[in-house]
């Protein structure tokens, strides 16, 4: 039994769906980065006549089992876009859930964390955020911070457009008096020092990037499904690697095969 197959024993059945998928992966092409827009909550609640708080709590249980199976396939970095600048928009009542179960979730889940050895970072203008929630991200942030596996990171109050802004203020603030290149503006974004997504994904259909990590994904491969983020379990996760290994990663080149020889 491959290494690999070793760190599913007793998650996953090895007669399962998930375990055939498993089997198919090659483990020396996963992801080294994979971004998720986590969509779909309210529509899953919407079809079950449910408010859009059950939704959101439901989307919780999807969050853990993505995080778990990364996790134990290796993934170096995992992003998961929680919360938008944008959705400040959304009802009062709704924010005040959804930053409630934020704060639920940091405190439950810690131990979790702690068990795969997982190290938490929040990105996206924290300070903006109410004061017991950038505690409990402090406490979360501080409590994994010695630990060696997968990097978790969490997008909240985040704005990809306002990220490349903030970068560029950096480097003003700096007083570079070079011109601004690719490697500086990468080098003082939220996301410094990982790397670019291979892989984003996104549930519920919708086909658009939701101003999330602009520049960080200019080559990452989108794959997108109808899933909706409640219903989003490790099965879906393996598909999603599953097709990446599958596509042929060319950044802005040819495949060999298709170069003529012109002597």
């Known amino acids: 039994m491959s290494d690999l197959l070793k760190r599913f024993e007793g998650f996953l059945e090895p007669s399962s769906r998930e375990w055939q998928l498993l089997t198919q992966l090659d483990p020396s092409k996963l992801p080294q980065h994979i971004a998720v827009i986590m969509d779909g ?38 992003t998961l876009y929680a919360f938008s600048a944008e959705n400040w928009k959304r009802p009062a009542t709704e924010v005040g859930t959804l ?40 406490d979360v942030e501080t409590a994994t911070a010695g630990n060696g596996g997968m990097k978790l990171v969490i997008a909240l109050n985040y704005s990809g457009r306002l990220e490349i802004i903030d970068a560029i203020n950096r480097i003003v603030e700096k007083g570079s008096q070079s011109p601004v290149t690719e490697r500086d503006l990468s080098e003082n974004l939220y996301t410094a020092g990982f790397p670019d997504p291979d892989l984003m994904i996104r549930t519920s259909g919708e086909m658009r990037i ?22 989003f379990r490790p099965f879906n996760l393996l598909e999603a690697v599953l097709n990446f290994q599958r596509r042929e990663r060319r950044y802005g080149g040819i495949r060999a095969a298709s170069v003529v020889n012109t002597r």
């Open 210 to 231: 939701s101003n999330f990590l602009l520049w960080q994904i200019a080559y990452s491969e989108i794959y997108v499904t109808d899933v909706l983020w409640p219903d």
């Open 41 to 78: 909550n309210g529509r899953w609640a919407q079809c079950r006549r449910l408010p859009r708080v059950a939704g959101h709590r439901e989307g919780s249980k999807a969050v853990r089992a993505v995080i778990e199976t990364s996790a134990r396939l290796t993934i170096p970095v995992l």
């Open 99 to 138: 930053m409630s179960l934020l704060e639920e979730y940091l405190r439950k889940e810690l131990h979790t964390l702690q068990e795969n050895q997982i190290s938490f970072r929040a990105i996206g203008r924290i300070l903006e955020l109410p004061s017991s929630v950038q505690r409990e991200l402090r």
